[in-house]
């Protein structure tokens, strides 16, 4: 009696990887298949390295076989540890099932990135895309006011057994902020360390569940929490706000190289400018140039970083994000309008990212000190 490669298969879905709890079929973690004779041998792989978690994986292999096919089958399984430089969303531990997570991030304070992360996720969910958004601005958390959520707590959901926070969610967004977690009136005055443990429990105490996209709001700069995340999370890319002026410029141009760092290497799938001119209201068109013209968009050019659009200064995105609205929800208007073509743009160069660049990792940051 032969069988086929694809029946083992089959017998093999069975097999649930203990700590990615999908079977391994699912997970692509079946490398190899081949039956000779009377004898199946597999190759298979598991996220834990250990001793007794691969003998626990062959003794699965074989008992699920065994079941379905018959016990005059020889099993003979190698099992190796799973390739952790290019996990799928599927098979990493942290923000399994998350497809894309982009950061959003800014050289200096006041330039609009909040504003632009939150109009970026509202704007894909409006597109019908499962789409969660971190507020990582610790000191500074804005999220829960641009969603109308700012009196809201996050409650705990029980999944396989255990209890995990669940994310507020407003206009399709999932959501979590520091700022749900702290009275709104007062200000949180933490050390590093605490900010970046605080950090972390929103990705891996969470359940997030099946994403298209995570948008990470990032603080201002370069520092603590932005070398937590990506030792965390495994980064598709990052956003870059600026406004034109040369004060801010110098600092964008420092997040670029920030994340280019051969330690960190998050790709920089965009630059986005905010503020970029203000239109008379007297009806003449005319665009004014408060803060320099393109400046963003020759900083993209100088270093080859694509350029996503510019935002005009318009009175409607300010008063969206007072009233816990994102501005890109207002149908058919001007402010929507600018949103959709930087998300049109945006989503090209995600989608090019992922083409041509290997699958993301968290990164091992080592810092080292001036004696």
Known sequence: MSISKEAVKEALGNVIEPDLKKDIVEL?????????????????????????SRKRMEEACEFAIHRVLGDEWTVETEVKALDKEGKSADTRKVLPGVKNIIAVASGKGGVGKSTVAANLA?????????????????????????????????????????????????????????????????????????????LNQMFTDAWWGPLDYMIVDLPPGTGDIHLSLVQVVPLTGAVIVSTPQEVALADAKKGVSMFRLDSI??????????????????????????FGKEGVRNLAEDTNVPFLGELP???????????????????????AQVFEKIIDNFETEVKNRNENLDPTKAVKVSMQYPK
């Open 28 to 52: 692509d973690l079946v490398e190899s298949i081949e039956v000779d004779g009377k004898t199946i041998k597999l190759v298979v792989q598991v996220s834990n390295p250990a001793m007794h």
């Open 265 to 290: 290497n998050v790709p920089v799938v965009g630059l986005i400018e905010n503020m970029s001119y203000f239109i008379a209201p007297d009806g003449s068109g005319e665009k004014h140039y408060l």
């Open 122 to 198: 509202a704007g894909l969910a409006k597109r019908g895309l499962s789409v969660g958004l971190v507020d990582a601005d610790i000191y500074g958390p804005s999220m829960p006011m641009m969603f109308d959520l700012i009196y809201e707590k996050p409650k705990t959901i029980e999944k396989e057994g255990k209890q995990y926070i669940e994310p507020l969610e407003n206009y399709g967004v999932k959501m979590l902020s520091i700022g749900f977690f702290a009275d709104p009136s007062e200000a949180i005055v933490w050390r590093g360390p605490m900010a970046s443990k605080a």
């Open 313 to 335: 200064i318009i009175q409607s995105i300010r008063e969206a994000g007072d009233v816990g609205r994102p501005a890109v929800l207002q149908e058919n208007t001007p402010s």
